[in-house]
């Protein structure tokens, strides 16, 4: 398996325009989980996924952002419209159901919002 | 929820030396306890991982402990190398209830030669 896929792997839009993030899990796995990174903030947990359906969202920040799973194999996360302050590098990670199985992330992609 | 705490938040060490960084957790339930080692530009890779049956694990130069009692949790690596360079973050997860992952906020390792 390629991992956990994401794209694009750089996002340079203005604001105030929509913005989609894309993930392809690990085949088989169960949990699907949007991450953001700041510097200023860490790793934040936006939201996840229990086989497709949204388990949490808790996370995310505010009615601009939201994710859908439409299948086993694919995962977005929308933001509309983005603003500067979501400028951020945003992490996919995927993991089998069971305890204590570790999550597996993709690359990132990383979103500038000018 | 569930609170990490992770210090310190840079670490610089020589070559060879050992590196320390702990982390402490604030809910009881919490039992699966991972460590990731973030390279610049990728996602965070599991380098090790700990459940709360087991006090200490080990895999070659890195080594976790696992304190329940206290909730703190520490990761040990010995004789660094110039590519232990990266950002590392500790996390916890309980079993129970919603399985979120909560990060600390990362400890920037630097080794130099």
């Known amino acids: 398996d390629a991992g956990v896929i994401q794209s694009p792997r750089h996002e340079v839009t203005e604001m105030g325009q929509e913005v989609t993030l894309r993930c392809k899990p690990i085949?088989?796995?169960?949990?699907l989980f949007w991450y953001r990174q700041t510097m200023m903030r860490g790793l934040e947990l936006l939201i996840y996924?229990?086989?497709?359906?949204?388990?949490?969202d808790s996370g995310m920040p505010e009615d601009r952002f939201s994710a859908k799973m439409p299948n086993a194999s694919f995962s977005t996360l929308k933001i509309q419209p983005s603003e500067p302050r979501d400028s951020a590098v945003y992490f996919c990670?995927?993991?089998?159901?069971?305890?204590?199985?570790?999550?597996?992330f993709g690359q990132g992609t990383r979103l500038t919002v000018v | 929820g569930e609170n990490v705490e992770q210090h310190p938040s840079t670490l610089s060490v020589q070559e060879g030396d050992s590196a320390v960084i702990k982390c402490t957790y604030s809910?009881?339930?919490?039992?699966?306890f991972p460590w990731y080692k973030q390279e610049l530009g990728k996602g965070p890779q599991l380098i090790i991982d700990i459940r709360s049956n087991v006090g200490e694990k080990k895999d070659q130069r890195i080594a976790v402990t696992l304190n329940k009692t206290a909730k703190h949790f520490s990761l040990h690596i010995t004789e660094t190398q110039p590519e232990d360079s990266a950002v590392y973050f500790c996390?916890?997860?309980?079993?129970?209830?919603?399985?979120?992952?909560?990060f600390g906020t990362g400890t920037r390792l630097l080794v130099s030669p």
């Open positions: 990670a995927s993991r089998w159901d069971g305890m204590n199985t570790e999550a597996f």
């Open positions: 085949s088989g796995h169960d949990y």
């Open positions: 809910d009881s339930a919490s039992n699966y």
């Open positions: 996390a916890a997860r309980a079993f129970t209830g919603f399985q979120k992952l909560v």
């Open positions: 996924f229990n086989n497709n359906v949204p388990i949490d």
